[in-house]
Every structure is written in C-alpha cells, then in structure tokens.
C-alpha cells in the first residue's frame, strides 16, 4: 500500500447504491471507484489491485461468486461481499468462494463504512495514525488466553470458545459451529448455554478492555471476534 489513504473498489450494478456508497467511503477518507460489472472488476483488480474490493453478490453477467474466485486465482486482497441472503454467508466466507467478510442487503452506509475499515485494519492495511488493535495471546500448551498482557481468569470450556472466534478474527461462527468445535461431544449443550458463556467471557474481556467490543453477535448467525 502507498501512503495515500486506502482506495476500495465498489462493485455493484445499482448505481444509487454505489453512489452513497461511494459518498459515504469518500466522506470517510477512503478513495472510492466504481464499476458496474463482474469482468471488468477483474480486470480491474488484476491491472491495478486496489486495497480492497466491496462486491456485490447479484450483478449481471459474471456474478460476485465467480468474481471472488477468478480474483482468489491471483490475489489476496481484502473482499467484502455484499448479500441479501444471510443463509449464504458460510459459504461465502468458506475456502470455495474465499471472501473476508459480508454485509447483509440492505445495508446502511455507515455499516459498510464501518466493515471496511475493520476489514483494512484485519489486514494490515491500515491508514496511519489508526489506533493499534488490542494484543491478544493465546497459549496453547497452557490453555491461557491474555489480553493486552493481561491473563483472562477462563473456565475451560470459556478458553476453547474464545480460542475458537480469536484464532480467526471477522470469521463469523454458528452456534452450531461453535457446538461442534469448541464442546465435548459427550456434553449437552444448548444454544442459550452458549449465549451464557459468551456474556461470562465479555464480562472477564471487559475488566481489562471496558471500551472494546471484541466479540460481536451478528443477528440471526452467531458470534465473531473483531479486533
Ligand atoms: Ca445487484
């Protein structure tokens, strides 16, 4: 990245989206360009990568899956798909589409606004002057997790969910997913239990970090952790 402020490239077909869109990104201190078709932003993004890619899902002609993947072929930069149907989100972000983040249709500006700097941030491609995400460190042997240095006081089953979401940040976790990989399968568990330890881990998170909100629910999907 150049030291000039991050350029996000919207693609999307409807052009009252993309310009508040792009209205909101500029007013942000992003640089924001636009294109309204799914080969031309290959093209674009191969030519001339920006720092991040907002993509529609819907668009006419090459859709935002195919995008993603031809993109995936030959570069790692930052996307952010956009979509109007929450049940396709794991797909999405899983290994076979390749994005980094979602935004549900319809969206208000400043959400979007608000995913890209996240997402910039996750990737190392922060403005200066951002402050620093807090430090977090797992140690796996010891089944510790510390933030900002600090030891979180976790049950054991607390350690295994917040290494869970903090292993992979933005990744957004079902509660079944979290079922299936942070609990014993000998144990009964229902969602509302997992809820309860969620609360029990913000609240040990909180001691340390008032201000942060590291693990975030994401209505109707689960829980990820966001630095
Ligand atoms: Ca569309």
New binding site residues.
């Given amino acids: 990245m150049t030291e000039a402020n991050p350029r996000v490239l919207v693609v999307?077909?409807?052009q009252t989206i993309a310009d508040i869109l792009m209205d909101y990104l500029r007013k942000a201190g992003f640089q924001a360009h636009h294109l309204a078709n799914g080969s031309a932003a290959i093209e674009v993004i191969r030519r001339d990568p920006p720092d991040l890619v907002v993509l529609?899902?819907?668009?006419p002609g090459v859709d935002g899956v195919a995008v993603c993947r031809e993109v995936r072929r030959f570069s790692t930069v930052p996307v952010i798909m956009a979509t109007a149907r929450v049940e396709e989100v794991d797909r999405l972000l899983g290994l076979e589409v390749g994005a980094d983040d979602y935004i549900c249709k319809p969206f208000s500006p400043r959400e979007v606004v608000a995913r890209v700097a996240a997402v910039l941030r996750r990737s190392g491609r922060t403005p200066a002057g951002d402050p620093a995400p807090p430090r977090v460190d797992i140690d796996e042997a010891g089944q510790r997790i510390a933030i900002q240095g600090q030891r979180l006081d976790l049950t054991p089953t607390e350690y295994r969910l917040l290494r869970l979401l903090a292993s992979h940040p933005g990744r957004i976790y079902s509660r079944a997913q979290i079922l299936d990989l942070a609990y014993h399968q000998d144990q009964e568990v229902s969602d509302r239990i997992i809820d309860s330890h969620i609360k029990n881990i913000r609240r040990k998170v909180a001691a340390i970090l008032p201000e942060a909100n590291l693990i975030q629910a994401v209505y109707g999907v689960g829980y990820r952790f966001e630095m």
Avoid: C
Wanted: hydrophobic content about 45%; glycine content about 0%; aromatic content about 0%.
């Fill in positions: 999307e077909d409807e529609d899902l819907m668009l």
